[in-house]
Nanobody, 125 residues
């Protein structure tokens, strides 16, 4: 019913920047919080940051000051601007969204959490 598709991952040198996007589509009535998570090698998936529907943000200490989350509600899209990247930032980045869905008879359900498929970010010289 709802799909999240990430894009923008790739290879970047240490100290570089990368911008990830995550677009939600499907039977969406509205989206509450949207978030980014990452799974670095040898570690469990960890939360990176969240943006509310109103634009308030919170970040993990590991990315605070380097990563910025923003969103375009008209496009149901969330972004992750990553600066000053280090090899420790290498991993698979996932977006998540808490979605209120609309049904065929006009009812609202949720919110439900949906996940993207992940996009690889590699920081290496």
């Amino acid at each position: 019913q709802v799909q999240l598709v990430e894009s923008g991952g790739g290879l970047v040198q240490p100290g570089g920047s990368l911008r990830l996007s995550c677009a939600a589509s499907g039977s969406i009535f509205s989206i509450n919080a949207m978030a980014w998570y990452r799974q670095t090698p040898g570690k469990q998936r960890e939360w990176a940051g969240t943006i509310s529907s109103g634009g308030s943000t919170n970040y993990a200490d590991s990315v605070k000051g380097r990563f910025t989350i923003s969103r375009d509600n008209a496009k149901n899209t969330v972004y992750l601007q990553m600066n000053s990247l280090t090899p420790e930032d290498t991993g698979v980045y996932y977006c998540a969204a808490d979605v209120i869905t609309s049904t065929s008879n006009g009812r609202k359900r949720g919110p439900f959490r949906y996940w993207g498929q992940g996009t690889q970010v590699t920081v290496s010289s």
